[in-house]
Every structure is written in C-alpha cells, then in structure tokens.
C-alpha cells in the first residue's frame, strides 16, 4: 500500500510539473525574444537596441514573476539558460563600450 501511494504521488507530481501553464510559457518566449535582442544588439554593438532589449527582458521578467510558480521544470531549466546568454550578451556589450573612444 505504501509503494501504491508514493507511486500516484510520483504521477500526480509528474502530471502537474508535465503541462505548462500558457501564461508561464508565453512570458518565458517574450523572456526569449528581449535575450535575442540584447544578443543582436551586442552582435551590431547598437546601443539604441541595447535599450529597446532592456526595456523588453524588464517587461518579461515582470511578467515571469508572477507566473514563476507555474513554470514546468524544462521551463525554469530553458530559463536558466537564457538568462546566462542574456547576462553574456549585456557583458560583451558593456566590455564593447567601455574600450569605445569619446574623443576625451
């Protein structure tokens, strides 16, 4: 009986962390999109699409917040990678700026 138990816990687990709420996976792309952008921006050196991705990973991170609960583990895994490309793309454009010549 105790086996039973842990085994209809392990798939009522299973089950909830299997299905992705649509707002938790709708944050998470809109999360994808503002890393892709910083990653263009970091790419061109634009420092104009630099704001607009900041501006967008701000607004998905928000949103992402108030969903973290609902996150599946392959969610909050893809997360965490995407966050390590976006915190890579905002390095190597803060290391472009900071070599940059002012004219000073």
């Known amino acids: 009986m105790k086996k039973l138990i842990m085994i209809v816990s392990a798939l009522a687990l299973t089950s909830v962390l299997a299905f992705a709420s649509p707002e938790a996976t709708k ?23 630099l704001m607009d991705a900041q501006l967008k990973a701000v607004e998905a991170s928000e949103a992402l917040e108030k ?10 895994t893809q997360f965490s990678k995407l966050s390590l490309r976006y915190a890579e793309a905002a390095q190597k454009l803060s290391n472009q700026t900071s070599t940059m010549n002012f004219g000073f």
């Not at 944050?27 to 699409?49: C, I, P, Q, R």
């Not at 969903?67 to 909050?76: F, K, M, R, Y």
């Open 27 to 49: 944050a998470l792309k809109a999360y994808e999109n503002a890393v892709v952008a910083m990653e263009k921006a970091a790419k061109n050196n634009n420092l104009t699409s």
């Open 67 to 76: 969903v973290q609960s609902e996150l599946t583990i392959q969610e909050a």
